[in-house]
């Protein structure tokens, strides 16, 4: 049967001849064949709007061009999402570039600091604080590599400087600040009870992705119900961990930039956990044999 594939705008992207046992994957990869600029990872096919409705459905990879009810004539919509990277890729640059750019201002104060007179010997502070900042991204490499599954193998390229600039840019204003040589640091049983809290942190994070990469394989899409450790209590149980992290680092070097990283990583982690909770309660609503989604703290107990 042909199926016509439309851009929004209603032109013609082509007219492809498929069977309707075939996936929608193999459907992307015949419009690939006939657009070489529509890579399957740059494709969005979704179905035509429903009456009411300002957008259609998004088509599911592993899924038949008959589990959605096509027709021989019948009408698609793609959308091209420009060009693409692996989310491997990016993940690697944005976390490898905290790893460079803090110990600059750690190692080479003379150079970033002209006009200052440079201390003999770090704080103690200083010294955790960099081997934290330097474990933390090296932990989220290798995660990134050997624990995380991912649902979607691309992104926007755009995102890789988005990314970097954030990650990069933060590292720089948190380094500078707490390697300057006016640096005051708490007082050192502080700092050691901060960071031994958060040590622990980063355990529960790791142990949290590897709960996390149990429910899918790569390229599964599919959402299922966390459970185990803190997922018991937590929907985003890993955002929990890493935020708590994020606080006991401020608290053991007591700098306001570490702050200030701190709430805007908290803030954006909230945002998608906010948007997680809603979708698993969404999906495991109870009805039609579905599980019902038990009752959970999204991110920040007892608060929130």
Same mark, same amino acid.
């Given at each position: 049967?042909?199926?016509?594939?439309?851009?929004?705008?209603?032109?013609?992207?082509?007219?492809?001849?498929?069977?309707?046992?075939?996936?929608?994957?193999?459907?992307?990869?015949?419009?690939?064949?006939?657009?070489?600029?529509?890579?399957?990872?740059?494709?969005?096919?979704?179905?035509?709007?429903?009456?009411?409705?300002?957008?259609?459905?998004?088509?599911?990879?592993?899924?038949?061009?008959?589990?959605?009810?096509?027709?021989?004539?019948?009408?698609?919509?793609?959308?091209?999402?420009?060009?693409?990277?692996?989310?491997?890729?990016?993940? @690697?640059?944005? $976390? %490898?570039?905290?790893?460079?750019? +803090?110990?600059?201002?750690?190692?080479?104060?003379? #150079?970033?600091?002209? !006009?200052?007179?440079?201390?003999?010997?770090?704080?103690?502070?200083?010294?955790?604080?960099?081997?934290?900042?330097?474990?933390?991204?090296?932990?989220?490499?290798?995660?990134?590599?050997?624990?995380?599954?991912?649902?979607?193998?691309?992104?926007?390229?755009?995102?890789?400087?988005?990314?970097?600039?954030?990650?990069?840019?933060?590292?720089? @204003?948190?380094? $500078? %600040?707490?390697?300057?040589?006016? +640096?005051?640091?708490?007082?050192?049983?502080?700092? #050691?009870?901060?960071? !031994?809290?958060?040590?622990?942190?980063?355990?529960?994070?790791?142990?949290?992705?590897?709960?996390?990469?149990?429910?899918?394989?790569?390229?599964?899409?599919?959402?299922?119900?966390?459970?185990?450790?803190?997922?018991?209590?937590?929907?985003?149980?890993?955002?929990?961990?890493?935020?708590?992290?994020?606080?006991?680092?401020?608290?053991?070097?007591?700098?306001?930039?570490?702050?200030?990283?701190?709430?805007?990583?908290?803030?954006?982690?909230?945002?998608?956990?906010?948007?997680?909770?809603?979708?698993?309660?969404?999906?495991?609503?109870?009805?039609?044999?579905?599980?019902?989604?038990?009752?959970?703290?999204?991110?920040?107990?007892?608060?929130?």
């Amino acid at each position: 049967m042909k199926i016509t594939v439309s851009s929004r705008s209603g032109k013609t992207v082509a007219i492809l001849d498929v069977d309707a046992h075939e996936t929608v994957r193999n459907l992307k990869k015949k419009l690939h064949a006939r657009k070489q600029v529509l890579h399957p990872e740059r494709q969005r096919l979704t179905l035509l709007p429903k009456e009411g409705e300002s957008r259609g459905e998004v088509l599911d990879d592993s899924k038949t061009v008959a589990d959605y009810g096509l027709k021989d004539g019948d009408a698609i919509l793609c959308k091209d999402l420009g060009p693409q990277i692996g989310y491997s890729t990016v993940f @690697f640059w944005e $976390y %490898f570039g905290p790893l460079i750019v +803090y110990p600059l201002f750690y190692y080479l104060p003379k #150079y970033l600091y002209p !006009g200052q007179e440079i201390p003999s010997q770090h704080a103690k502070a200083q010294d955790i604080a960099l081997a934290y900042w330097s474990f933390h991204y090296a932990k989220r490499i290798m995660e990134t590599y050997l624990v995380h599954k991912f649902g979607h193998a691309t992104m926007p390229i755009f995102n890789l400087f988005k990314n970097c600039t954030y990650y990069w840019g933060f590292t720089a @204003f948190v380094s $500078y %600040f707490i390697n300057h040589p006016l +640096y005051t640091p708490p007082p050192l049983i502080q700092t #050691y009870v901060a960071f !031994g809290f958060a040590a622990v942190c980063q355990i529960s994070n790791f142990w949290c992705h590897i709960l996390l990469a149990k429910l899918r394989t790569p390229g599964d899409k599919s959402y299922k119900i966390p459970r185990g450790f803190l997922f018991n209590y937590v929907t985003c149980a890993n955002y929990t961990a890493e935020a708590w992290g994020w606080i006991a680092f401020t608290v053991g070097v007591q700098a306001l930039p570490a702050a200030l990283f701190t709430l805007a990583g908290g803030y954006q982690m909230a945002v998608w956990a906010m948007q997680k909770h809603k979708r698993l309660k969404k999906i495991f609503d109870g009805k039609e044999g579905r599980a019902n989604y038990p009752k959970r703290w999204i991110i920040f107990p007892p608060f929130f």
